[in-house]
């Protein structure tokens, strides 16, 4: 039966309740109070190690090319590791380490052009320590004479025209010219004597001049490969492997250098040596000087005609018809050492 007594007692149980619930929720609310500032710098200190997480494996691969260089460039990467070392010095250009080490081995390579351009994009304008500038006063010592000896060749080469003489012609005037510049002091005398053994006809000579550039600085270009290419046409083949060994110890994947390597084995007798070789030289480099066309006369010469027709057809859709001499060899209108060491 409804009793009003019981209908308050209700109400005021209600509202006992009502205050202990409250109570409960105020107790709910009770906490540490954080300002504002700290949570901000807490939560930008978050992001800061989200992000340096995310960035760490490029960091660290760069960090690895920077410790690795010598080591890589010692096993014969040179190409690469110069190149990997280009890449990281445009992506920190304020890290002096880096820098210097990349001009190092630019300069200690032959990579004279690539050092050039690091030193007047990275260097020019920073402070150096003594050690460090020292060097770097050598180096431009040494890139000075290079681009002089350059202008100076050059010149000669303005002063000439081809157009009314024979190839011949040419080139006897052009190694005279040159000639005249082998007294000069000033100049970087293993570039002239570079230049001089592309002109000479006589391959004896231009082997003596490309034996006197190696002397005289045996990073200059590729004077290894040329000295190889030089001692074969001259007919002696050890010392045509010997400089070609020597130019794939700088740099194990050199096109040339392999390609050089891969006519050596065939002139030997040993075609299926010889193909691997080309086939080396030709995916490291297809687009290096005769590459496509060695990789062809070595399939070919190792009975694989079908592969070597598609490279025939690479090489007349990058490169023309292949030259009549070429055409011959494949044609067993003469040999292989007519083709490499008389022709």
């Given amino acids: 039966m409804y009793n009003r007594e019981n209908d308050e007692e209700f109400n005021n149980n209600e509202e006992t309740e009502k205050e202990f619930g409250e109570g409960l929720y105020q107790d709910r609310d009770i906490g540490l109070k954080i300002p504002v500032p700290v949570i901000l710098f807490l939560l930008a200190i978050l992001a800061l190690s989200v992000v340096g997480l995310i960035r760490f494996p490029g960091v660290f691969k760069d960090y690895k090319v920077y410790k690795t260089a010598e080591m890589r460039i010692e096993n014969g990467d040179t190409y690469e590791t110069l190149n990997d ?65 350059l202008d100076s060749i050059d010149i000669i080469f303005e002063e000439l025209s081809d157009d009314q003489m024979s190839d011949s012609e040419y080139g006897d005037i052009i190694c005279e010219k040159l000639k005249g510049l082998l007294d000069e002091e000033d100049l970087d005398q293993s570039i002239v004597c570079y230049y001089l053994a592309m002109f000479e006809e006589d391959v004896e000579k231009a082997v003596e001049y490309l034996e006197k550039c190696y002397d005289l600085d045996p990073n ?90 598609l490279i025939m057809k690479e090489i007349n859709e990058n490169q023309g018809n292949i030259d009549e001499d070429t055409q011959l060899l494949l044609d067993g209108d003469i040999s292989l050492e007519e083709y490499y060491v008389e022709g």
């Fill in 220 to 309: 200059c270009y590729d004077v290894c490969v040329q000295l190889g290419v030089f001692c074969r046409r001259a007919g002696d083949y050890k010392k045509a492997r010997k400089y070609t060994n020597k130019a794939l110890g700088k740099d194990r994947k050199d096109s040339g250098a392999l390609r050089a390597l891969a006519i050596l084995d065939m002139l030997e007798g040993k075609l299926e040596e010889g193909l691997i070789n080309a086939q080396l030289a030709y995916d490291s480099y297809g687009d290096g000087m005769y590459v496509r066309e060695t990789y062809m006369i070595a399939l070919h010469f190792n009975g694989k005609t079908g592969e070597a027709d």
């Fill in 85 to 149: 070392l280009f890449e990281i010095t445009e992506k920190y250009p304020s890290s002096l380490p880096i820098i210097m080490l990349t001009t190092k081995k630019c300069m200690e390579n032959g990579f004279y052009d690539s050092a050039a351009y690091i030193i007047n994009t990275y260097i020019v304008g920073k402070n150096l320590y003594d050690h460090n500038y020292n060097l770097v006063e050598n180096y431009v010592d040494k890139l000075d004479q290079y681009y002089h000896t």
